[in-house]
């Protein structure tokens, strides 16, 4: 790994933990009107949309990891645009959640490290393994989404566009990765990762 490589990833690590994201994409739901919504009804869209961001915080990291120790340049190119649209996700449910008068997780370092840390160990296996690691996230991250949409109160019309265009992008990422030769992970690796998944977000929801 090359010097310039770490300046990029600490630098890409102080942008998402400590600045504002940028979209150069209009978030999905700001010609939506804004509604009246119960406290209970925005207590759950607020900690929805905490757990969405604390995922595209974790993408990040993720995603810069594996493009770290990737081997094939395509594949790198291809792991980088796909971080650069999550960073627009990033920005999309930063920006709701001060709309909807919440916060972001006061977990997200620790969170970002840990995905950090995930991403290095799945590209040093191989770009097969890696690209693999990825489908596998994104399609668990796609159902996951899913059952947010299912949740989220069906007058919270801004929260439900952003997530459905994260939902259609994130479909596109695993449809990527696996273009590009991903192995398909074992079924225990598979349910490890839901089990994690699963603590981060009951954590997120709250914290």
Aim: proline fraction near 4%; hydrophobic fraction near 45%.
């Amino acid at each position: 790994m090359q010097l310039d490589q770490l300046i990029g990833a600490f630098d890409r690590a102080l942008r998402t933990l400590a600045t504002p994201a940028r979209s150069t994409r209009p978030s999905p739901g700001s010609a939506a009107p804004e509604t009246q919504l119960s406290t209970e009804e925005r207590r759950l869209a607020i900690g929805l949309m905490r757990v969405n961001h604390c995922g595209e915080v974790c993408a990040q990291a993720l995603y810069q990891g594996q493009a770290l120790t990737s081997r094939q340049p395509a594949v790198r190119a291809a792991l980088q645009e796909a971080a650069a649209e999550e960073t627009e996700h990033l920005a999309w449910t930063e920006q709701r959640l001060q709309q909807l008068g919440g916060r972001t997780s006061l977990l997200n370092p620790l969170w970002y490290i840990g995905s950090l840390g995930l991403g290095i160990g799945a590209g040093i296996l191989g770009d097969r393994w890696n690209l693999g690691f990825l489908a596998a996230t994104e399609r668990q991250v796609e159902a996951h989404l899913a059952s947010h949409l299912e949740r989220l109160p069906a007058d919270d019309l801004r929260s439900r566009a952003i997530v459905a265009q994260m939902r259609s992008d994130e479909a596109h990422h695993a449809d990527m990765a696996e273009a590009y030769g991903a192995a398909t992970l074992p079924s225990s690796v598979q349910s490890a990762m839901r089990a994690m998944a699963g603590v981060m977000t009951r954590i997120a929801h709250h914290i």
